[in-house]
């Protein structure tokens, strides 16, 4: 298992912390001496979190932060008040997520509940924190993405599914995005020579709530995911959420670089570094994924 090295003196956000992945990473990360600030949609989530890492490592430097990603205010709300403390921020693990929702689902913002949770709400985050991230001296930003992405399309005319909905083909159009942004950050960073590196990051097949929570929005009762499949090989969220550490934490980790699980399928295994699909890398898809973003939130990505 991935021995994440010494964290003391760096601060980390990550996002979707209050379980599953989100709350292995920032366990983890703590455990090695970061500072962590939980950002999570449920406060009361977000602290039972907090109280159970603490029941690992009882020393651990935790806050609690409420961030919505479906919502852009809440989003500049988190940037801003980090933006106004000053402090040097590492680590961004942009890792919340939801998944295949059985109905289109719109946000406060009018956008389709999967692309804004996972796509435009990250890339609002981290174009905000962009200033403090490259002012910290060598931090990372690590974008969760999925097997998903491998295949997912991206069509920037209509990245809200609005002409026609279906919940898987909308989650891999989103994961896809996030791998696309990942590398345009990066590469944004190597032009301008910013002390920045962004990565990407797959898990594999891990069973989390993700599965059954996306599949419940807009329904009284839970429903269980058809792809919780039984049959495929999977993974525990210490696995799962190896590939993010890496990225986040690896000193051979690269700046652009692509992390997911070694073993059968990418399913399953320790994390290696892993091929993005050929789709994720056409020339200027990044560009215009990022103008069409800025467009959304009025953010541009500057580094």
Same mark, same amino acid.
């Given at each position: 298992?991935?021995?994440?090295?010494? #964290?003391?003196?760096?601060?980390?956000?990550?996002?979707?912390?209050? $379980?599953?992945?989100?709350?292995?990473?920032?366990?983890?990360?703590?455990?090695?001496?970061?500072?962590?600030? !939980?950002?999570?949609?449920?406060?009361?989530?977000?602290?039972?979190? *907090?109280?159970?890492?603490?029941?690992?490592?009882?020393?651990?430097?935790?806050?609690? @932060?409420?961030?919505?990603?479906? %919502?852009?205010?809440? /989003?500049?709300?988190?940037?801003?008040? !980090?933006? %106004?403390?000053?402090? &040097?921020?590492?680590?961004?693990?942009?890792?919340?997520?939801?998944?295949?929702?059985?109905?289109?689902?719109?946000?406060?913002?009018?956008?389709?509940?999967?692309?804004?949770?996972?796509?435009?709400?990250?890339?609002?985050?981290?174009? @905000?924190?962009?200033?403090?991230?490259?002012?910290?001296? $060598?931090?990372?930003?690590?974008?969760?993405?999925?097997?998903?992405?491998? /295949?997912?399309?991206? %069509?920037? $005319?209509?990245?809200?599914?609005?002409?026609?909905?279906?919940?898987?083909?909308?989650?891999? #159009?989103?994961?896809?995005?996030?791998? /696309?942004?990942?590398?345009?950050?990066?590469?944004? *960073?190597?032009?301008?020579?910013?002390?920045?590196?962004?990565?990407?990051? =797959?898990?594999?097949?891990?069973?989390?709530?993700?599965?059954?929570?996306?599949?419940?929005?807009?329904?009284?009762?839970?429903?269980?995911?058809?792809?919780?499949? @039984?049959?495929? &090989? =999977?993974?525990?969220? %210490?696995?799962?959420?190896?590939?993010?550490?890496? *990225?986040?934490?690896?000193?051979?980790?690269?700046?652009?670089?692509?992390?997911?699980?070694?073993?059968?399928?990418?399913?399953?295994? &320790?994390?290696?570094?892993?091929?993005?699909? @050929?789709?994720?890398?056409?020339?200027?898809?990044?560009?215009?994924? *990022?103008?069409?973003?800025?467009?959304?939130?009025?953010?541009?990505?500057?580094?």
């Amino acid at each position: 298992m991935y021995d994440v090295p010494p #964290q003391g003196g760096r601060r980390a956000v990550v996002t979707g912390a209050s $379980g599953g992945l989100g709350l292995e990473v920032a366990r983890r990360l703590a455990g090695a001496g970061a500072e962590v600030v !939980l950002a999570v949609r449920s406060p009361e989530r977000g602290e039972r979190a *907090a109280a159970a890492i603490r029941e690992d490592h009882p020393g651990a430097r935790l806050e609690v @932060r409420t961030l919505d990603l479906a %919502d852009l205010a809440s /989003v500049a709300r988190v940037a801003e008040g !980090l933006l %106004d403390e000053g402090r &040097p921020l590492h680590l961004l693990a942009n890792n919340a997520g939801v998944m295949r929702p059985r109905r289109r689902t719109e946000t406060v913002d009018g956008l389709e509940l999967q692309f804004a949770t996972n796509v435009v709400g990250h890339y609002a985050l981290s174009a @905000r924190l962009a200033p403090l991230l490259t002012r910290s001296g $060598g931090a990372r930003v690590a974008w969760m993405s999925s097997s998903a992405a491998h /295949v997912g399309r991206l %069509d920037l $005319g209509d990245l809200q599914a609005t002409r026609r909905y279906r919940p898987f083909r909308a989650y891999a #159009q989103s994961k896809l995005a996030d791998l /696309v942004l990942a590398l345009f950050m990066a590469e944004r *960073a190597a032009a301008s020579g910013a002390n920045l590196a962004s990565m990407a990051a =797959h898990p594999g097949y891990v069973r989390t709530n993700l599965f059954s929570a996306g599949a419940s929005v807009g329904r009284s009762r839970p429903r269980r995911s058809l792809l919780e499949a @039984r049959w495929l &090989p =999977h993974q525990e969220v %210490d696995w799962g959420a190896e590939p993010l550490l890496v *990225a986040l934490t690896s000193p051979e980790a690269a700046n652009g670089a692509y992390y997911g699980p070694a073993g059968p399928w990418g399913l399953v295994g &320790p994390a290696t570094l892993v091929r993005a699909p @050929r789709r994720a890398t056409r020339e200027g898809l990044g560009a215009r994924l *990022a103008e069409a973003l800025a467009e959304l939130t009025g953010v541009e990505l500057a580094l």
